[in-house]
């Protein structure tokens, strides 16, 4: 099924609008393949080089077809932030077969988080939830899309020889909300590693193996993008 009329015209407004008040992309960004304020469906996203970004991306089943009803309302939600919200509580209750909850399969996707962290990107904060994945991480000269696009890739295919599975493993779009400053990346790396905790999987973060927090707990507070 896809996007109802009224969706598309309002998800091209929002873009529009904030691209009025975003510096053009230069020459040599666009030749690395950035592509500013832009859509690849239902979400907006905003991809330039250097930028922080907060990054969401879900199970293919987390948000299931035949739930339609249970979710569909949230996407018509036009305050952006308040719609992250309800999504991340609709994920959170941990709908679908929820995979990453596997230590084997949340390994794979934690370590294909790391392998290029520092080469490629910076991670910032990360944390693998049973159907969903949140990042912070530093875009550098490698597109946002282009980062997200790898990191789905390579693990789908692990995951599905580990598990003797087929068909696809994660939903096709992805959530990003690019950090504003100091305070906003504060409360964005503390949500990410509170996760566990708030979806009632552990009582402290750094007991939940498959995030930062757990690192951070390992190095005496040391932040895990600095080794």
């Not at 250097?50 to 009803?69: E, F, N």
Request: glycine content about 8%; some cysteine.
């Amino acid at each position: 099924m896809g996007m109802p009329i009224k969706l598309k015209r309002n998800l091209r407004e929002l873009i529009h609008e904030k691209a009025r008040w975003t510096e053009p992309l230069s020459p040599s960004d666009k030749e690395l393949g950035f592509r500013g304020w832009h859509s690849r469906g239902y979400l907006p996203h905003f991809d330039i080089p250097g930028k922080l970004q907060m990054i969401t991306y879900r199970l293919h089943d987390a948000m299931p077809a035949d739930k339609r009803h249970e979710w569909a309302g949230l996407l018509e939600i036009k305050e952006e932030r308040e719609q992250r919200i309800k999504i991340e509580e609709y994920l959170d209750a941990g709908r679908g077969e929820c995979l990453l909850r596997l230590s084997e399969t949340a390994t794979i996707v934690q370590d294909s988080l790391l392998h290029f962290d520092g080469v490629r990107y910076r991670l910032l904060a990360w944390v693998v939830m049973p159907n969903h994945v949140h990042m912070v991480v530093e875009i550098w000269e490698m597109p946002m899309s282009v980062v997200v696009k790898n990191w789905k890739s390579f693990t789908s295919k692990v995951v599905n020889r580990r598990l003797g599975r087929v068909g696809t493993l994660w939903q096709s779009d992805y959530f990003d909300r690019y950090i504003r400053d100091e305070e906003h990346l504060k409360k964005a790396i503390r949500y990410i590693e509170n996760n566990p905790v708030k979806a009632g999987l552990v009582k402290f973060p750094g007991e939940w193996p498959f995030g930062s927090a757990c690192f951070r707990s390992d190095r005496d507070g040391g932040s895990p993008a600095a080794r």
